[in-house]
């Protein structure tokens, strides 16, 4: 699949955020966007799958100009995975994971369409959780719904808004590393943006950096997490090393590392209460 | 494979549920034909029902009651709150609103003021109608002022959901501005004719009002549930429903013209009867659940079996009977009170 | 250096207070300005002549019996003040009930009427009317006020009962309220559909909110509870500012959240049911004064409260203008005229605000549903 974003640019009536992005991504890979707050990262995906339409320039996928696409065919292709859940009425997981088949659902393709949701649940480890009400799951579990929900859509890009943001470090590791499998195995550009810098590096294949509007770096990982580059971009000092091939972060702070942080006699928490 | 299974038996017992309340209803049909001012047995009645369909009648007074009175209510107790239950659950879907009702969109502040202004000019726009029909006509016009507002703005332009609800909130308080500018300076005579309109009642039903609403009911209605997927997708919100495949704003007015059409035509006969909209969706809601293939349906049976009781109730109520939409009220409040509670311990809605 | 910045910010501080008091002092010369301009439409006096009139009586000089001068006194304030001073002070009140629920529900569309005080009252009332009192007679009037005071505690109480049980948060809150006010709205139907023509009338006249009834003799009890209340209100201004930050935020800050919360509900509802128990249900004073007041001299409630006070009472001195004005017309109540007034503002309001949309998809459709709960159109 190719996805070709040329020069697109956007604002809300007068602030501009994005201003001259493209971009050209071919094959399956585990791609994420990286950049402060503001800068555009959403918005960016939601003009790929048409949510919000940039002011100039276009995007295209497989060739095809996404706005000549009916919004049906473009859902068969294009998955979206949301940073939030609306969760106003109670609702099973099944139920909620077939929506995604909307896209491809015909009034007598529920059996098929049910095989593709266990598949899917049994894939992402979550089947227990089938007839459950999906207001009580735990965030962790909510994710992973989420996520099968774009993934029954069979889509082959497939857009993720923040999916690690309130999850554990286990289950951030293991959302990212099915990601990262997923985009392999299914043959899908899983396009995913975050805030945690090296869980993306650890897994990514291409990471993007956002600034001012623009792409300020583009490429494998290694090369885009540098010290330049989050010193440029986020404004912090940071020492990179390596791990097993991929970068590892570590901020720094000059007027904090180094000090003598030692606290004032007596000062303690332990876990027992000592009695002397 | 085991998931599936279970996921099958889980619908199969929903549709249960569903058959359960349209062979509730049959019954209750029958039965309510014995219940009302004059005593009428229950084998009595269904002696006069065969002997009236055989053609062979014995006592044309009960014949009367049952087959020209009483049945005809009890049927469009039915057909009415099958219409405003169905109307609420697609509502309640498509808004995420616990709080909404098929006459969110301003259908009953217009129908009001359709009424309310036939009743005070004393005749319709439109010279044909004589008195009945200029208040049913009047009302039914008026209430689909805002609903054709909002489509003419969308055809223009592109209108989100929340425009849409605007419109209708905008509509909703002109329109009850005036009808309280016009309640205000009428007669007593009038003030009362219009508030009973307003409460709603079923007692004016005859043969001859029903096949209009039901037509219009079973067309919308039928139209609705062949779109149940896309609105069950408007459930995840915009923005997914979005990445779905679904346009929200268009399946939004849509959907709402649609459920606006079938309850101005049943209300613009019956007045705007609460309670059954709002609530009827809730409870079928706690036996088959959200999902609207099976919600639609279960709102509309357990909708008309619902008014169906109510109007029984009504009928011996009081010494004259009351009207259907005062029981409605009286039931169906502590209900939703009840349901509230519920809901506020199952989902995250704090 | 550093103390100098910190003057300047200082003195930067205390000329934005003093132009915003200067703003409520000027806001509160209009408003008395007003209130002499209605007093004097209708009557035919011009406005020196009542502004006279007026000073002449407060400062005790009595005329010759019967002589023209004595007349003007007499009408105007025997027939027009009474009017106008009670939706002045229902303005004040209802606004002032309205800007302390909306800080404490953290919800910008909440109102007065949100706990299903106003249903109450009217139950209450329309019992009195349909079992035979009207305002013909003193005695029977009061009995009218008297029952729908009652009347409108019973929700109040239900509420604060309900709350232990049922959580406290804001959410909860409204919910209750919004059940309360479909209830007794039922009730209320359910007593008019079966009373005569005549007093259905009177009762729905009642329902729609009119101060022509007024006399002087109403105005003690209302005007005590206005004071009192605005006094209260305004030394915990402090507090209602911290209740908007949010429950969290305010707890860390030392407030007890629960116990203000109640005592807001229990002070607010005393308030109103003072006030629409003489009134009747006038609505959108207390959701759109306190709106506009914000918008002219921002969030901080030491200044709202007074100022939501004062626009409460000129906006509703305003439509009592306009509803004598319209008498030509037929006999159009305060209710009424506030309806066609109000609701254009309230819709701006919510227009303003769409593009937060939590706010309006949430709690507008909420409290617009309570309205329509009230308006008897469910």
């Known amino acids: ?206 990471m993007i950096m956002l600034h001012g509007g623009y792409i300020y770096a583009i490429g494998t990982p290694s090369e885009v997490l540098t010290k330049e580059n989050i010193k440029a971009v986020y404004d912090v000092e940071s020492e990179v090393i390596e791990s097993y091939g991929r970068p590892h972060l570590i901020m720094l702070d000059h007027e904090f590392d180094g000090r003598d942080t030692s606290l004032p006699p007596g000062t303690y928490a332990s876990k027992d209460k000592r009695v002397d | 494979m085991a998931g599936k299974e279970d996921y099958k038996s889980v619908v199969r017992k929903k549709w249960l549920f569903i058959v359960l309340c349209a062979v509730l209803i049959m019954v209750a049909l029958v039965l309510s034909l014995s219940i009302g001012m004059y005593d009428i047995s229950f084998f009595d009645c269904y002696r006069v029902l065969i002997e009236h369909i055989t053609g062979n009648i014995t006592d044309p007074y009960e014949d009367d009651i049952i087959w020209y009175t009483r049945l005809p209510i009890s049927v469009f107790a039915v057909i009415v709150g099958a219409v405003l239950s169905l109307g609420g659950s697609v509502m309640q879907t498509m808004l995420r609103n616990p709080l909404a009702d098929p006459y969110t969109m301003g259908v009953s502040s217009g129908a009001l003021l359709g009424a309310s202004l036939a009743i005070i000019l004393g005749e319709s726009v439109l010279p044909f109608f004589n008195d009945q029909w200029a208040k049913i006509v009047m009302a039914f016009m008026f209430s689909l002022i805002p609903v054709s507002v909002i489509l003419l703005f969308s055809i223009k332009r592109k209108v989100t959901p929340t425009k849409v609800i605007l419109i209708g909130i905008a509509m909703m308080y002109i329109f009850s501005a005036i009808v309280q500018l016009i309640m205000i300076t009428s007669s007593e005579e009038t003030l009362a004719e219009i508030y009973s309109w307003r409460v709603g009642t079923l007692a004016l039903t005859t043969w001859e009002t029903i096949p209009i609403p039901l037509a219009i009911s079973i067309v919308c209605g039928i139209l609705l549930m062949s779109h149940h997927r896309r609105i069950n997708v408007m459930m995840a919100g915009t923005k997914s429903a979005h990445s779905m495949g679904v346009d929200p704003n268009r399946t939004l007015i849509i959907e709402t013209a649609l459920v606006s059409l079938m309850t101005a035509a049943v209300v613009s006969f019956t007045g705007t009867i609460g309670f059954v909209g709002l609530v009827g969706p809730h409870i079928a809601r706690l036996f088959v659940g959200s999902e609207t293939k099976h919600l639609i349906p279960a709102s509309a049976v357990f909708g008309g079996l619902f008014l169906l009781l109510a109007n029984c109730i009504a009928r011996v109520s009081g010494e004259y009977g009351l009207p259907v939409g005062v029981i409605s009220a009286i039931i169906g409040c502590p209900l939703f009170i009840f349901i509230l509670i519920k809901m506020r311990r199952k989902s995250a809605w704090s | 250096m550093g103390i100098d910045l910190n003057e300047s910010k200082k003195k930067e501080y205390r000329n934005i207070v003093a132009r915003k008091v200067f703003f409520l002092a000027i ?352």
């Open chain 3, 27 to 378: 806001c509160l010369i209009i408003l008395i300005v007003t209130t002499i301009v209605s007093c004097s439409v209708g009557t035919g006096y011009e406005f020196s002549k009542t502004a006279q009139v007026i000073w002449d009586h407060i400062i005790g000089v009595t005329y010759p019996v019967r002589s023209p001068d004595w007349w003007a006194d007499y009408y105007i304030f025997n027939n027009v003040m009474p009017g106008v001073i009670m939706a002045l002070i229902a303005g004040a009140g209802l606004a002032l009930a309205g800007a302390v629920m909306q800080s404490m529900m953290e919800n910008p569309l909440a109102d007065a009427y949100t706990t299903g005080i106003s249903s109450g009252a009217c139950l209450g009332a329309v019992v009195a009317i349909i079992m035979g009192y009207s305002y013909s007679t003193v005695v029977s009037g009061a009995g009218i006020v008297i029952n729908a005071f009652i009347g409108s505690l019973i929700p109040a109480v239900i509420v604060i009962l309900m709350v232990r049980y049922v959580g406290n948060s804001p959410a909860t809150i409204i919910l209750i309220g919004t059940a309360l006010t479909f209830f007794f709205n039922s009730m209320v139907t359910l007593v008019m559909i079966t009373s005569s023509a005549e007093s259905l009338q009177e009762a729905y006249i009642w329902q729609v909110g009119s101060v022509t009834n007024a006399s002087w003799a109403d105005m003690p009890l209302m005007l005590m509870m206005c004071v009192a209340s605005a006094v209260l209100v305004q030394l915990s201004s402090n507090k209602l500012n911290i209740m908007a930050l949010g429950e969290k935020s305010a707890k860390s800050l030392g407030l007890d959240v629960v116990q203000f919360r109640m005592l807001c509900i229990i002070l607010t509802s005393v308030l109103i049911a003072s006030i629409i128990s003489f009134t009747g249900i006038i609505g959108f004073i207390g959701l759109v004064a306190p709106h506009i007041t914000r918008f002219l001299v921002g969030g901080d409630n030491r200044f709202v409260i007074p100022g939501s006070m004062i626009m409460g009472s000129t906006v509703l001195v305003l439509a009592d203008l306009a509803s004598r004005m319209l008498v030509s017309y037929g006999n159009i109540p305060l209710g009424v005229v506030m309806s066609f007034i109000g609701a254009p503002i309230f819709l701006y309001l919510i227009v303003r605000r769409k593009s937060d949309k939590e706010v309006f998809r949430w709690q507008g459709k909420r409290i617009t549903r309570a309205w329509c709960a009230k308006n008897g159109s469910s």
């Open chain 1, 1 to 206: 699949m190719r996805l070709v974003i040329d020069g697109i640019e956007f604002g809300y009536s007068s602030v501009p955020v994005l201003k001259d992005i493209t971009l050209d991504s071919n094959g399956p890979q585990l791609l994420s966007i990286i950049g402060p707050n503001g800068v555009g990262k959403s918005t960016l995906i939601h003009c790929i799958n048409r949510i919000l339409s940039p002011n100039k320039g276009t995007v295209f996928i497989d060739g095809d100009n996404v706005n000549d696409v009916s919004l049906k065919d473009l859902a068969k292709r294009v998955g979206y995975v949301p940073y939030s859940a609306n969760d106003t009425f109670p609702l099973s997981v099944v139920d909620t994971v077939l929506m995604g088949r909307h896209p491809h659902a015909t009034y007598k393709s529920l059996d098929k369409d049910l095989d593709i949701v266990y598949d899917t649940l049994r894939l992402l480890d979550i089947e227990d959780l089938a007839l459950r009400n999906f207001n009580e799951l735990s965030a962790g579990q909510h994710q992973k719904v989420m996520l099968a929900r774009g993934l029954v859509q069979e889509p082959e890009i497939l857009l993720l808004d923040e999916p690690t943001s309130n999850l554990d470090i286990k289950h951030q590791m293991e959302v990212t590393r099915i990601l990262r499998d997923l985009s392999q195995e299914k043959n899908i550009l899983i396009i995913m943006i975050s805030h945690d810098l090296n869980i993306a590096a650890k897994y990514s294949d291409t």
